[in-house]
């Protein structure tokens, strides 16, 4: 792309909305390469380092990549492969590298496990082809004690019924065509995690949990004697509950593990005998040390060899330290980077994934013994001009009840442009879905897209959010729908009345649980002039029917039970408010959607049109749930840019009109 100035005499004095930008929208298609998962493999060639890359460019298929010792990369994975996983429909960790440089990887056509032979472009099958069509699914691998298989969770769908298990597929292939040949090793829950075999082999340590809980309500750490037929013949539940979550467990040594507990409040690093007892907090800090846990495989801290933890912490940052688990003591590197998301380590070298403002996600090698890092790969070949980049800064303001609201504010940015004296630039809210996630201060190019055309990103860490403490997320605990939308309402009101953000321009977007907070500040409140929601959940009797296993009791906590709080369901539901909606409404959806489906952008639709509301609605064939496509990338984000610039008056150069309907059809 060509970030070049495209000015040469001074900037141009143009309304707020309508700045030129060399940032496009196939630009941030193509910038959404995802790195994670870098790890080191000793091949026959040398010591490498391998990572995954999801491609918008290749249909969003996700990619093994390796990187020689001589500094050359590649694929690992032959063209037309896609390592990637459907277990909770989130998915996470699909692959695992082989010593001496074999794969075996979750394909995500069929969900089966296949293993790639070193100098092979041929994956042979190790699970069976499954009764129903990818009914039999795979993740979060790690390798069996012996040597000659991998443990995996796995996740059976039959009839519409679930059932998951901690499973050890052999390498030979001899499941390939014979289910009885993968052995369930252990079971007894309806969500299990980490499976994490002890040293010696004689136990194995997991994370297990049930509905109605979400894996950040309450989790157990589980620890379960194996047998002389490799399943677990007795189990002990040594930490965790119904309040506690307890998440990756890692054994310090055969009779002592590690783990990530919230029992103070905090997602802290304790540490336990295998057989239970009190755990001890090894660096108690009003801090996370963990993650929700959306996507199986996620890592937060590392043991290393000489006996310290690799960790990751903070709050509105991540920064990436070094505990002495005897003393307490944690020295953070000096890195230039605000977000990690992974770790692993070879001998003094520690991988991860890392972001920062100005940055793109990297992956990055960090030698442990100077601090010093080294770029592996980076997410974008070529980087926007930092003059296009807005500038975040990090606020909290005050909520209703005093309560303190976490933001990101992204000012509109742009060597080439400035408003008229006394315009003030329309802003708009981003809303991270979950609704128990996180939206970090990182360089990210769709923002940048509209920041450099003069429209300001306010992104909120509503109530409900995490990375500070369990009762900041407890906040949204049967309040879905209202804490989350005053948080985000409280927040840009704060610009405005600073003199950031002009009041009568506000919009709102936001994808899957930020759909909902989007659609219902907009039936509930009269503070913003336009929304946007992508995959957004617009009713919930007939999302909590039709939604996946992993999310059918996440209302539970977050409105009422059902059929108890029938009532609140309907009431709190936006589509039961459509008549109190009088701004614009854009909607974007993917018609291969299973966690919202597509049924919940249609009733919204059906129902501005018959109120006759000016609204949009793009459906995109093969898409499921976050867009994954380049092209679908490009026609969402023109279509919000022109979306924008009919309501707040302004006319973006080079994108397409969207056509906006009135309705009254019905």
Not at 13 to 21: D, E, H, L, R
Not at 223 to 241: I, R, Y
């Amino acid at each position: 792309m060509d970030l070049a100035s495209p000015g040469g005499a001074g900037p141009a004095t143009v309304p707020y909305g309508a700045w030129p930008s060399p940032i496009g929208a196939s630009d941030v298609a193509v910038a959404g390469v995802r790195l994670s998962g870098p790890v080191p493999v000793q091949t026959a060639a040398g010591q490498e380092v391998w990572w995954a890359e999801g491609r918008p460019t290749e249909g969003g298929r996700t990619v093994v990549v390796r990187r020689d010792a001589a500094g050359a990369v590649s694929d690992v994975l032959p063209e037309g492969w896609n390592a990637r996983t459907r277990v909770h429909e989130y998915g996470g960790t699909a692959w695992l590298p082989l010593p001496g440089g074999g794969l075996v990887f979750t394909e995500w056509a069929d969900q089966r496990v296949y293993r790639l032979d070193p100098g092979s472009t041929t994956p042979v099958p190790l699970t069976p082809e499954p009764a129903e069509t990818a009914g039999l699914r795979y993740a979060d691998p790690v390798p069996g004690p012996g040597g000659d298989e991998v443990w995996w969770v796995r996740e059976a769908h039959s009839d519409g019924t679930i059932r998951r298990h901690l499973v050890a597929v052999p390498l030979s292939g001899a499941a390939g065509t014979d289910q009885a040949a993968v052995r369930e090793i252990a079971g007894g829950s309806d969500f299990l995690a980490f499976p994490r075999p002890a040293p010696d082999g004689r136990r194995v340590a997991w994370i297990a949990w049930d509905h109605p809980r979400m894996p950040w309500d309450g989790t157990e750490l589980r620890v379960g004697e194996l047998g002389p037929d490799g399943t677990v013949h007795s189990v002990a539940t040594v930490l965790g509950g119904e309040a506690e979550s307890v998440l990756q467990p890692e054994w310090a040594d055969a009779d002592t593990l590690y783990a990530v507990s919230d029992r103070s409040g905090w997602w802290n690093l304790y540490r336990l005998p295998a057989t239970g007892g009190e755990p001890e907090p090894l660096c108690p800090r009003a801090e996370e040390f963990g993650r929700p846990l959306w996507q199986l495989g996620v890592t937060t801290y590392l043991p290393l060899a000489d006996g310290r933890l690799a960790v990751l912490h903070g709050t509105d940052t991540v920064a990436l330290g070094v505990l002495d688990p005897a003393t307490g003591e944690l020295t953070d590197l000096d890195l230039p980077y605000t977000l990690f998301t992974s770790l692993a380590a070879t001998g003094d070298t520690l991988l991860t994934t890392a972001a920062s403002p100005v940055r793109s996600t990297v992956v990055l090698a960090v030698d442990l013994a100077t601090g010093s890092g080294t770029v592996l790969r980076r997410s974008m070949t070529d980087e926007p001009d930092p003059a296009y980049l807005p500038e975040p800064r990090s606020i909290v303001v005050a909520g209703p009840g005093e309560r303190d609201v976490h933001a990101h504010v992204y000012p509109p940015a742009s060597p080439d442009a400035v408003a008229p004296d006394g315009e003030l630039p329309p802003f708009v809210v981003f809303v991270h879905g979950g609704p128990t996630s996180h939206s970090p201060a990182v360089l990210d190019v769709e923002k940048a897209y509209f920041t450099s055309r003069g429209i300001g990103v306010i992104d909120v860490n509503y109530g409900g959010s995490t990375g500070y403490g369990r009762a900041y997320r407890e906040r949204l605990r049967r309040e879905w729908g209202i804490v989350d939308v005053e948080d985000c309402v409280a927040a840009v009101q704060a610009l405005v009345r600073d003199g950031v953000a002009d009041g009568a321009r506000l919009g709102i977007r936001g994808g899957s649980a930020g759909g909902w907070t989007t659609l219902a500040a907009l039936t509930t409140t009269d503070a913003f002039a336009a929304g946007v929601s992508y995959y957004g959940v617009a009713e919930l009797i007939a999302f909590a029917e039709d939604t996946h296993d992993f999310e059918s009791r996440y209302i539970d906590g977050l409105v009422g039970t059902l059929p108890e709080d029938r009532d609140v369901y309907i009431e709190r539901a936006p589509l039961s408010h459509v008549d109190q909606l009088s701004c614009p409404v854009l909607l974007l959806q993917g018609l291969e959607d299973k966690v919202v489906p597509p049924s919940q952008a249609e009733l919204f639709a059906a129902a501005l049109a018959k109120k006759g509301i000016p609204h949009a609605y793009l459906a995109f064939a093969g898409e499921q749930h976050g867009f994954r496509k380049q092209e679908t990338v490009v026609a969402a984000l023109e279509a919000e840019l022109s979306f924008y610039g009919q309501v707040f008056g302004f006319e973006p150069p080079g994108v397409p009109v969207l056509p906006l309907t009135g309705g009254h059809e019905g």
